[in-house]
Nanobody, 115 residues
Framework: QVQLVESGGGLVQAGGSLRLSCAAS????????IGWYRQAPGKQRELVAR???????NYADSVKGRFTISRDNAKNTVYLQMNSLKPEDTAVYYC?????????WGQGTQVTVSS
């Protein structure tokens, strides 16, 4: 069982920045593939960014050039740096960990971008 604790959400004006953190338990953190997803009201959950165990990353087109995902294996933490935020980035952001056939989700953190 992997425990995930997300933090860093909040209210920010358009054009501002936030950094989300996802701290994971377990001794196999370096083997985890980790993604940030988001879900806006009335919409499906969507992938925002993902980083695999080797450090390779991929991003949704809507956030490319604005968001950066990174990981610190020594701290068992993944980050999502979000710059140039837009009102359409408003959503609950979730951290997802994959290890082989297993998947764990965090509880989510609210990000609200005002215009």
């Amino acid at each position: 069982q992997v425990q995930l604790v997300e933090s860093g959400g909040g209210l920010v004006q358009a054009g501002g920045s936030l950094r989300l953190s996802c701290a994971a338990s377990g001794s196999s953190f370096s083997r985890y593939h980790i993604g940030w997803y988001r879900q806006a009201p009335g919409k499906q959950r969507e992938l925002v960014a993902r980083i695999n165990s080797g450090g390779s990353t991929n991003y949704a087109d809507s956030v490319k050039g604005r968001f950066t995902i990174s990981r610190d294996n020594a701290k068992n933490t993944v980050y999502l740096q979000m710059n140039s935020l837009k009102p359409e980035d408003t959503a609950v952001y979730y951290c997802k960990v994959e290890l082989g056939p297993y998947v764990w989700w965090g509880q989510g953190t609210q990000v609200t971008v005002s215009s």
